[in-house]
């Protein structure tokens, strides 16, 4: 048996959420359950099995493993996967695969495609991906998973079964489609990049950076190089109806203790208990 790399996992409402992200170290993140992954900072060995990956950008310990997790698919007998990624993004990753396909003289088979903040990709008939513009010191991007579901149109409801089967059958469209945000992810940004989506606060699962936590360390310096702050998340605090929001990528300068002591000092009661740090 192969043993992953170490990483963490939360099951919240039917969903795993598992993964490891620590800033400048690795990040990789999957919903097992939407057959989703997020990031490739590193590249878990039962991760290959899920097909399709988002990255929010290309910074290494978000991108490093993709080398990794495109030859593993191939070695294993794998379709070749499909790959997201901000667009200005692609051309240069396709080249590094190059680049590794030549010193390793194996192929690299996979499909990179670029995405722009709007653009929208169908996991399956159930669940849809969507790019959202983040502010990072590169083109990045975050990503909001979307649960479609369907109601009876009001008209239609004292209607029997037979009846509401003629009408679609006649071609009446008898439903409305309304899309419920299940899991958001906003890759490395500043406050804008969740200030400038809503849908971020909205989403029942929020995993989010929370890169620095020490009060010494400067909001306007962080920001800049486009990150967030605990003082961030808690000037927000109101604004947050995720049922759970995962804190990661916290900086390599705390130790998991200082940021527990410092989170608990300047967040108490963790937004009422919905705060998870990832650590």
Known sequence: ???????????????????????????????????????????????????????????????????????????????????????????????????????????????????????????????????????????????????????LKPEFTDLQGHEIRDLKIAGTEVTTETKVPVVAYTGDTNPKGLDENEVFYESRVLISEMTFVAPEHRKEKIHKHGHMHLDDIKARADRFKNELIIASHLSTRYTDVQVKKFVKKGLPGALDGRLKLWI
């Not at 400048?24 to 990956?53: H, S, Y």
């Not at 997790?69 to 996967?81: E, N």
Request: some cysteine; charged content about 20%.
């Open 1 to 151: 048996m192969v043993e992953n790399v170490p990483i963490l996992s939360h099951v919240h409402d039917g969903l795993t959420i598992e993964g490891y992200s620590r800033a400048a170290v690795q990040t990789c993140w999957r919903i097992n359950e939407l057959k989703v992954l997020f990031d490739c900072g590193v590249q878990p060995w039962d991760f290959m099995g899920t097909p399709t990956m988002f990255i929010s950008h290309a910074h290494l310990d978000h991108i490093a493993a993709l080398p990794a997790y495109v030859s593993r698919r191939r070695m294993m007998k794998m379709d070749p996967p499909v790959i997201y990624m901000p667009d200005t993004a692609v051309d240069m990753a396709w080249d590094m695969l190059q680049m590794f396909r030549r010193l390793d003289r194996g192929a690299m088979p996979c499909e990179l495609v670029g995405l722009k903040p709007g653009d929208q990709h169908d996991l399956s008939r159930e669940y849809v991906v969507t790019a959202l513009p983040t502010k990072h010191t590169i083109d990045s991007v975050g990503f909001v998973i979307h649960q479609r579901r369907h109601k």
